[in-house]
């Protein structure tokens, strides 16, 4: 029991280690690969947020629609509100396209 203390310390030391020395180091290369990563990279998180946009869209049309049938104006607006937020998901979708397409071309 008395060697407890030092047995849990060194185990802890020795994962310590571990992860310093087995972290990886910056990435200082700008190849081809890593631009070519990036553009893609880029371009796969615009499609992402053009696919939620037009999810947000979708879901605030139904909320509105729901909205003004049963006469609640506050389900209504919210769904406007969605419908706003979906559109400005799906602008920013476009422009990260867009630059991942430029980061492409430009690579070329």
């Known amino acids: ?23 990886p180091g910056p990435e200082y290369a700008t190849g081809v690969d890593g631009v070519d990563d ?3 990279g ?13 999810g947000n869209r979708v879901v605030g049309k ?3 629609a729901f909205g003004n049938a049963t006469g ?3 389900l209504a607006d919210e769904g406007l509100g ?3 937020v979906g ?5 920013v979708g476009t422009l990260a396209q867009a630059a991942g397409q430029a980061i492409h071309d430009i690579n070329r």
């Open 87 to 91: 559109h400005a998901q799906d602008a």
């Open 38 to 40: 990036a553009a893609r």
């Open 42 to 54: 880029t371009s796969r998180w615009g499609s992402k947020a053009r696919v939620g946009g037009a």
């Open 1 to 23: 029991m008395k060697n407890l203390p030092w047995f849990l310390a060194a185990v802890g030391l020795g994962l310590a280690a571990y992860v310093v020395l087995n972290t």
């Open 62 to 64: 139904v909320k509105e």
């Open 72 to 74: 609640d104006p506050d």
């Open 82 to 84: 969605d419908q706003i």
